[in-house]
């Protein structure tokens, strides 16, 4: 028994929400209303409102452990509910995820490669750092960024003395762009007794700094590349003492070499796939971990699994044209996350396929995407 308190009512909690039932917990939702994908599917709910700390203690109280499902949570909501009852992960890696700065400086520091970085509060300044990275960078507003929101692509000709104004931002960080191979992530759990159960890379590929497909099983993700992008994952789950789940965003560069691009602490959209594709979902062994469960063994059911997300340009009628019969792939699954209203690059739902071969499975969920529009 017990009730798992949720920070943030959106798809993230929606899911988790639905693994903690199948185990037999009671749900608190902060963030939201019943409207709300996990306002849906949970028992108790309270509005988003973070200052106001008769509901956050009121919240804290209903829960006997709290997580999160999206790192924007103001910083002292986070520290008065730690004071109140168990926060995993803890506001130490919160803190860090939720400003690129400090995240990128603390990876850094623990010997992590990421691309070069430097926050600006000019124009001027801005235009000195896109000299000194090399003419390409993308300036992200500092905090509060998610689905590319507040980020801006910047080349050797793009007008600084018009683009600076219109971000309306007093600061913001500049970094160089990555000239990458591909993208992966790792999702990785750590448990309080130290042990740390990784799920296998995804390659992931983004349109519009969307994330649109994960792949798990491709050829590309080497045995040797996915050693070594779990053993990052794992310094990150160390070095910031998490107890649950995050994940670490990687580029392959064209040399070769790993380069971190962002943490999430928390599960990740690329990780959706594991819902079916393995024993233990991203979800459940966020729950296990948090709730001081024994570790267990992430065991795939099948060798490659894909993941297409459905934004809001891509259905109209989901359910009504799903149709995953005269697919080849070996299981489709559609997942709808109740949105009330559907806009567009709005994430709605996604679609995964399992199969043996990780190109099979990318070719069914993109397939099946077109087959809804
Ligand atoms: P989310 O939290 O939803 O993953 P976000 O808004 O925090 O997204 P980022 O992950 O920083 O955004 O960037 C989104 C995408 O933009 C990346 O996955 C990548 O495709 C591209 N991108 C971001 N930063 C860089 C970079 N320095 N070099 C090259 N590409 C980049
Ligand atoms: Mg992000
Ligand atoms: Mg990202």
Not at 120 to 128: C, G, R
Not at 144 to 168: A, F, V
Not at 258 to 270: C, G, K, Q, T, Y
Not at 326 to 337: D, I, P, Q, R, V
């Amino acid at each position: 028994g017990g009730t798992i308190g949720i920070l943030g009512a959106g798809q993230l909690g929606r899911m988790l929400a639905l693994v903690a039932r199948r185990m037999g917990y009671r749900v608190a939702v902060f963030g939201g209303d019943r409207s709300c994908p996990a306002g849906q599917v949970c028992d108790q709910i309270w509005p988003g409102n973070y200052d106001d700390e008769d509901s956050l203690r009121e919240f804290a109280a209903a829960s006997d452990v709290v997580t999160y499902e999206f790192e924007n949570i103001p910083s002292k909501a986070a520290a008065f509910i730690a004071d109140l009852v168990p926060l995993r992960p803890g506001a130490a890696l919160l803190n860090a995820a939720q400003n690129r700065f400090a995240e990128k400086t603390a990876l850094t520091g623990i010997g992590l490669p990421t691309a070069g970085f430097r926050m600006v509060h000019s124009a001027t300044e801005l235009a000195d750092a896109r000299r000194d990275f090399g003419g390409n960078v993308i300036l992200k507003a500092n905090t509060d960024g998610y689905d590319g929101k507040g980020q801006w692509s910047i080349g050797p000709d793009t007008d600084l003395k018009k683009l600076w104004p219109d971000t309306g931002l007093p600061e913001a960080i500049v970094e160089q762009r990555v000239d990458f191979e591909f993208e992966l992530s790792v999702v990785a759990g750590r448990f309080d007794d130290g042990t740390v159960r990784a799920f296998a890379p995804l390659l992931n590929h983004h349109e519009n700094h969307i994330l649109d497909v994960s792949i798990l099983g491709s050829p590309k993700v080497t045995p040797k590349i996915g050693a070594r992008a779990e053993e990052m994952a794992r310094a990150v789950l160390e070095h910031f003492d998490v107890v649950g789940v995050l994940c670490i965003e990687l580029f392959l560069t064209s040399g070769g070499d790993l380069v971190v691009n962002e943490i999430a602490p928390r599960p990740h959209n690329s990780g959706h796939l594991t819902i079916e594709a393995h024993n233990c979902s991203q979800f459940e062994l966020q729950l296990r971990a948090a709730c001081g469960l024994p570790a267990t063994d992430l065991v795939p059911r099948f060798p490659a699994a894909a993941m297409a997300n459905l934004l809001g340009q891509h259905l109209p009628e989901a359910w009504m044209s799903w149709n995953p019969e005269g697919f080849s792939a070996k299981e489709c699954h559609l997942h709808l996350y109740g949105k009330p209203d559907r806009r567009p690059n709005r994430k709605m739902g996604h679609i995964t396929a399992l199969d043996t071969a990780g190109d099979a499975a990318e070719q069914a969920v993109r397939a099946l995407r077109t087959q809804l529009r």
